[in-house]
């Protein structure tokens, strides 16, 4: 069952995200959401208390809370695929496959995958009908069959391979950085070249940690953040140094 707390959220998010909480506006007082919710203030509290974590509200010195932006949060507290995520927060998504071609695996993809021979994917996901993410993703060998088999506008690859061989992304292991929109990147997702894109590169592996993928996801300025929760007793953000000799 869904706590209280987390569908009052879920409004005021969407509020926030369609623009009837536009931003720079105040949130309406505790009281005043208490009333609108007839829930209690704690309980509208904690409410708030989600939107400030996802970088959507925050608060001036004796103000109320700010609306700071419209940005889409994903969490990584759990391992979800694009279209999980976007399924689960209501957003219209899609995907579609650029390019594909199995090669042989480069030195570095060997030693993550495992695999003398990928598959190679190009895909384009978008919100709302906006193309936001770009997703180069490499497959390990005895996966490439399966994925070649899934229709080029295939929502949820994650879902299509889970209902052909019975695949579980079970673990996976990011790293974020900022990159520049080179000229395919600009053209796939519709911004300058230089633009600036969050990157989010990943490997993922079975439950037996046999890996599946390496990719490296690009998304488009200001489509979405990242959510990443912590407390002193479990932290599962580590700061890594860039290597500058490579320009990483």
Do not use: K
């Amino acid at each position: 069952m869904v706590a209280r707390y987390e569908l009052i959220a879920d409004d005021l998010r969407n509020e926030i995200v369609c623009g009837a909480l536009p931003v720079g506006s105040q949130l309406p007082s505790e009281a005043e959401l208490a009333e609108r919710y007839r829930a209690a203030r704690g309980t509208v509290r904690q409410a708030v208390a989600v939107l400030a974590a996802e970088g959507l509200v925050g608060s001036r010195q004796g103000a109320r809370r700010i609306v700071l932006g419209r940005a889409r949060s994903q969490s990584f507290a759990e391992l979800h695929s694009f279209a999980q995520w976007a399924r689960a927060n209501g957003y219209r998504f899609g995907g579609q496959v650029i390019t594909q071609r199995r090669r042989t695996a480069s030195a570095a993809e060997s030693a993550r995958l495992g695999s003398g021979e990928v598959l190679e994917v190009l895909r384009l996901r978008s919100l709302e009908s906006e193309p936001v993410l770009l997703e180069r993703t490499v497959y390990a060998g005895w996966v490439a069959a399966a994925v070649e088999r899934i229709p080029a506008d295939c929502e949820s690859v994650t879902e299509a391979l889970y209902d052909s061989i019975g695949l579980v992304f079970a673990y996976g292991e990011h790293l974020i950085d900022a990159v520049s929109a080179g000229a395919e990147d600009a053209r796939l997702l519709g911004v300058r070249r230089g633009s600036p894109l969050l990157r989010q590169r990943r490997v993922t592996t079975t439950h037996d940690g046999r890996p599946v993928e390496s990719s490296d996801d690009r998304y488009r300025a200001g489509s979405v953040a990242f959510s990443i929760r912590n407390s002193i007793g479990a932290n599962p953000l580590v700061r890594q140094a860039g290597d500058l000799r490579s320009g990483r």
